[in-house]
């Protein structure tokens, strides 16, 4: 059984940080890219950050770069988003992913609250 439980988010003040966590089972980890999705009321669900298997190879939207960090623990199955110097728009509900091509499989996470607000 494929499972990917996030952990962290909650309320944070404008410049403050946040670290998700997102601990995975039931599918061969060190084969799929690991993803951190985003949100907002409203709109599009877009990918904020993602890292490559083994290699580790990361991509982040224009908006987060510099800010957020994604990491992956490829003997503990689990992938993380370090994030810094939030702002309001980074408010969201953020979703873990995991993505592989070659196994045609595409999996999420249950979803976490991010609210940055003073």
């Known amino acids: 059984q494929v499972q990917l439980v996030q952990s962290g988010g909650g309320l944070v003040q404008p410049g403050g940080s946040l670290r998700l966590s997102c601990a995975t089972s039931?599918?061969?980890?060190?084969?799929?890219?690991m993803g951190w999705y985003r949100q907002a009321p409203g709109k599009e669900r877009e990918l904020v950050a993602s890292?490559?298997?083994?290699?580790?190879?990361?991509n982040y939207a224009d908006s987060v770069k510099g800010r957020f960090t994604i990491s992956r623990d490829n003997a503990k199955n689990t992938v993380s988003l370090q994030m810094n110097s939030l702002k309001a728009e980074d408010t969201a509900v953020y979703y873990c992913?995991?993505?592989?091509?070659?196994?045609?499989?595409?999996?999420w996470g249950q979803g976490t609250q991010v609210t940055v607000s003073s």
């Open positions: 039931g599918f061969t980890f060190n084969n799929f890219r």
């Open positions: 992913n995991a993505f592989s091509t070659w196994f045609g499989s595409n999996y």
């Open positions: 890292i490559q298997t083994a290699g580790g190879s990361t």
